[in-house]
């Protein structure tokens, strides 16, 4: 069975960090492009950041939405089947449930659309 569990989300004071993590099960997650995705209350569900699988022809350079670029890094440990979003110098604006993906088809990584599995999200709230 396919499964993605978040972890990692929590009340933070503004310019602070936490560290989200997404355990993967029932897959190899190096096979497949993994993502991270949010949600504010009343949005769409954002791509925030995404890295390519392993055997993918990309050259396995991460992709990060504009307004995360700089403060937030995505990675995979491959032994431990978990992918990782460092996510610093937190802004309130970056309140949201945060999603992490995993998708095998070739698309463009922000599509949400794209990725059929998906973890069943963690909270960050930035707030003083």
């Known amino acids: 069975q396919v499964q993605l569990v978040e972890s990692g989300g929590g009340l933070v004071q503004p310019g602070g960090s936490l560290r989200l993590s997404c355990a993967a099960s029932g897959f190899t997650l190096d096979y497949y492009a993994v993502g991270w995705f949010r949600q504010a209350p009343g949005k769409e569900r954002e791509g925030v950041s995404c890295i390519s699988s392993s055997v993918s022809s990309s050259d396995g350079s991460p992709f990060y939405t504009d307004s995360v670029k700089g403060r937030f890094t995505i990675s995979r440990d491959i032994t431990k089947n978990t992918m990782y979003l460092q996510v610093d110098s937190l802004e309130p604006e970056d309140t949201a449930v945060y999603y992490c993906?995993?998708?095998?088809?070739?698309?463009?990584?922000?599509?949400?659309?794209?990725?059929?599995?998906w973890g069943q999200g963690t909270q960050v709230t930035v707030s003083s």
């Open positions: 993906a995993a998708k095998s088809v070739r698309s463009s990584w922000y599509l949400v659309a794209a990725y059929p599995y």
